[in-house]
């Protein structure tokens, strides 16, 4: 049904739960207005408030549509069918054993689709263009060969200093040219206003407006125009703010890599935001976040105030 309506997984498992099919508007949540409700943008303002349940008392239920277009009954089977699934999930499951340690953070250097974790009798890492589209050619990947080469790039280069020195060197070596950060600005625009441009033509296509062609051919055409202006905004150079020390003093606690376990290691994962790319065993490249090796104060303006530790 996602595909159908052109849209993610989990968006269609909230269009799901939605009471309106029944015919009733049912507004259960309510912005949390305690301190810690407060989502903080980048430069250190208030972005939104998250959202919380309301209590029973609170709960808004409005009837909208005399002949709704599910029944009660139905509409309480499919719940039940969700609840069942979400239920016997392996994320639901306590005593799932999580095996694989760099699973959300790989793509296909071949096609730039996500590497997905499979199960054939052996743990494999696998390219989604070839699983799902069937568009790439890299075969399966093992989990142990391939996250014993994984390993030991991050423990035996990144913890290097001359390794670290010749990365250095390449990245300082590169031009730098003035409208670098405009340039950057411009992408980073672009990218935001082709996803809304994307969401507009999910819309008409549920208003009826766009057929299902129509809606897959420019879905197409702006998933192309993203991923272009994400590699070249991927290939503009570092900023000036990047304090070299300070990265190899960030990346010295991984020479103790090896005696992690994968807890610890995806922790860390999650704070260097790596972008691995990988196809058949081979490396392509690894891209970190350069905001976390800044020596710069990013929270600026009026009103502004620096994130609590």
Known sequence: MSKLLGVTPRGMHGIMRNPIWTGWRVIDKKRDNSASGK??????????????????????????????LVSEADFLTVQQIMDLKEKKHWRSRTDYEHRFTYNGFLTC????EIIHTALARRDYYACKGRRTA???NTGYMGREKLEAILDGLFSRYLSTPTFLDRCIGELTSRPTRDDSVTRAQRLTSQIA???????????????????REERDQRLAA????????????????????????VLKDVLAPLSEWDFW??????????????DIRVADYKVESLGLNPTIFSNEDTHRGRGSWRRPA
Do not use: W
């Open 222 to 245: 702006i998933e192309r125009d993203i991923q272009l202006a994400q590699d070249m905004l991927m290939q503009e150079g570092p900023s000036a703010s990047l304090d070299l020390r």
């Open 109 to 112: 250097s071949e096609c730039g």
């Open 193 to 211: 206003n082709l996803g809304q441009k994307r969401a507009r033509i999910i819309d008409s296509f549920l208003d009826g407006v766009l057929s």
């Open 134 to 136: 069937h568009t790439c």
């Open 261 to 274: 376990d994968r807890e610890q290691k995806r922790n860390l994962l999650a704070a260097l935001v790596p």
């Open 39 to 68: 989502y903080v943008s980048v430069n250190g303002r208030q972005a939104d408030r998250r959202k919380i349940l309301r209590s029973a008392d609170e709960v808004i239920r409005v009837k909208v549509i005399d002949q709704p």
